[in-house]
């Protein structure tokens, strides 16, 4: 079983910045649409930004103009740079790599804690 590997999350102030890394499966990865989703507590799992092959991104409302998506094929990595972190940002973060309709792989996730 496939899964993915995300880090570099953790404790940062109201206002601060982190960029998570997601370590994807070699196998298509330049081909696979690659996302972030998050789960905070108490909460069910939501969406929270998406890139394609051809780099098309899409963002939830919530994060808009706040986080950026990107990715390294040549790494086979995917990247979240978050900015101006609040409070309701503080979550688990997840990596899914979607090589195909019905094969997606997930990752265990990562701790974001935004809090002063």
């Known amino acids: 079983q496939v899964q993915l590997a995300e880090s570099g999350g953790g404790l940062v102030q109201p206002g601060g910045s982190l960029r998570l890394s997601c370590a994807g499966s070699p196998f298509r990865f330049s081909i696979s649409v690659m996302g972030w989703y998050r789960q905070r507590p108490g909460k069910e799992r939501e969406f929270v930004a998406t890139?394609?092959?051809?780099?098309?991104?899409n963002y939830a409302d919530s994060v808009k103009g706040r986080f950026t998506i990107s990715r390294d094929n040549a790494k086979n990595t995917a990247y979240l740079q978050m900015n101006s972190l609040e409070p309701d940002d503080t979550a688990v973060y997840l990596c899914k790599q979607e090589v195909r309709y019905g094969l997606e792989y997930w990752g265990q996730g990562t701790q974001v804690t935004v809090s002063s």
């Open positions: 890139i394609t092959s051809g780099g098309n991104t």
